[in-house]
């Protein structure tokens, strides 16, 4: 994989008018539920699976909240693929498509949007993906420790956004397949971009700092009580001020009543997505592998047990995993 490099939004907005556009279709705009707690991870609401199950191959059904100044209006969504925004997410296995979205209305007001669209074979997955992701980026609750050590900026999980914006959902008219519509953001920058690069291999400070950021990373999923599922290096990324996550559609809550089997639940989730993210480690790379061990034990050791450790993460209770337990999955993994 290419090494990542920052791509900057073009001067002017209209980088692809001169194409023709890769989809095009009308756009509906929907409510989005107010509140996305834990348990909508577990049921769909019905209003938004009728939107998805009624979206013809063509149509965009886009949130209203965040185009109120269009929902009102007719409007037209037209596609542009743009060169360069895959950079970086080239081995996806998803099928992006990365581009400018343009919105046509009725009116002498058009909006103009950088966006990428993920498919899925059914309304049900692109939805799962699309809860997890609003439930995932309302997270406001303050993780602080004051123990002198140097945790990373978003050390206060108030900060909003936490993975790729959801816009809403389209589907595409020659395969039928519903995508997932997210805001692009050129700032995040994926692990696997630092562990994977064949033509850069990482220095000590960068592999401190991608460890430290991935255990502090699943340590503030687990902490809020839901497991990643897919917590692989390409899928766990950060940007210029903090955390970021990829592809949520395995995103599960961890069991919230504790009792023997919750807690061995629990644990077996929290071990499963630190397995994965260490066992993915080398996986993209064609060099020999490299042992990582002390830097991990060191990564978890003051980002992740240090955070499951504080009172706000009480409700863990004994299904909070041990330093042996780390250095267990680490041994296994390694």
Known sequence: MPSSKFIPFPGEYDVAMSKQPLVQGEIDYFVPPEQVSITDLRKYRGHMYDVLRNLQPGQF?????????????????????????????????????????????????????????????????ALKEYLASRYINGIRRPVVIDDGVDYPQDSIAGRRTLTFNPLGFHRFSDNGQFGLVTEFDETVKSFDN??????????????????????????????????????????MASDNIGIRYIDLESLRPLPITLNDRSVIENQAYMKRDIGIFIGSLNSGIE????????????????????????????????????????????EEEM
């Open 287 to 330: 060099q020999e592998p490299v042992d990582y061990s002390d830097a991990l034990n060191q990564a978890f050791d003051r980002y992740y047990l240090r955070i499951m450790q504080h009172p706000s993460a009480r409700e863990l209770g004994d299904a909070r995993l041990s330093a042996q337990d780390i250095q267990n999955i680490i």
């Open 194 to 235: 630092i562990f994977w690069d064949p033509n850069n291999l990482p220095t000590e400070q960068q592999v401190r700092r991608a460890l430290s950021r991935c255990a502090f990373g699943l340590a503030r999923l687990h902490i809020v009580g839901v497991s990643h599922g897919d917590s692989s290096v390409k899928n």
């Open 61 to 125: 059904s886009l949130d209203g909240g965040q185009f109120i100044e269009l929902a009102e209006h007719r409007t037209i969504g037209k596609l542009y693929e743009v060169e360069n925004f895959e950079h970086g997410r080239h081995q996806n296995r998803h099928g992006l498509v990365f581009g400018q979205l343009v919105m046509n209305t009725d009116f002498e007001r058009d909006r103009q949007i950088f966006v990428a669209v993920k498919p899925f074979d059914t309304p049900k997955d």
